[in-house]
């Protein structure tokens, strides 16, 4: 599975932005879709997940309320709506894909085998 993240971009603090990840091929039941973000000098973190079968979704707490994952089963994608933009939501934002991940692994990196190559997303102040 290959992914293609797109949609960042240069945005003001409370604005908002919408990243898309597109997979080369069709996403099996099993599999989780997550989207990260890493900002300079920092570690990978999780941001949101949503099982590919279900469709329940997870998320992180710092963007609880402001994130919307969701995804479209018939163009084998997935998005991240991000609203009320704050500028520590800056960093490089990664679509990642996982097969049969449990749910206590959910927000783990090393857990997730698929990577797009990652969009960059700048909130300023």
């Known amino acids: 599975v290959q992914l293609q993240a797109s949609g960042g971009g240069l945005v003001q603090a409370g604005g908002s932005l919408r990243l898309s990840c597109a997979a080369s091929?069709?996403?099996?039941?099993?599999?989780?879709m997550g989207w990260f973000r890493q900002s300079p000098g920092k570690e990978r973190e999780f941001v949101a997940a949503?099982?590919?079968?279900?469709?329940?979704?997870y998320y992180a707490d710092s963007v609880k309320g402001r994130f919307t994952i969701s995804r479209d089963n018939a163009k084998n994608t997935v998005y991240l709506q991000m609203n009320s933009l704050k500028p520590e939501d800056t960093a490089v934002y990664y679509c990642?894909?996982?097969?049969?991940?449990?749910?206590?692994?959910?927000?783990?990196?090393?857990?997730?085998?698929?990577w797009g190559q990652g969009t960059l997303v700048t909130v300023s102040s």
């Open positions: 990642a894909a996982a097969n049969g991940v449990i749910l206590s692994s959910i927000r783990i990196v090393q857990e997730y085998e698929y």
């Open positions: 091929a069709r996403i099996f039941s099993g599999y989780t």
């Open positions: 949503m099982r590919w079968n279900s469709g329940h979704t």
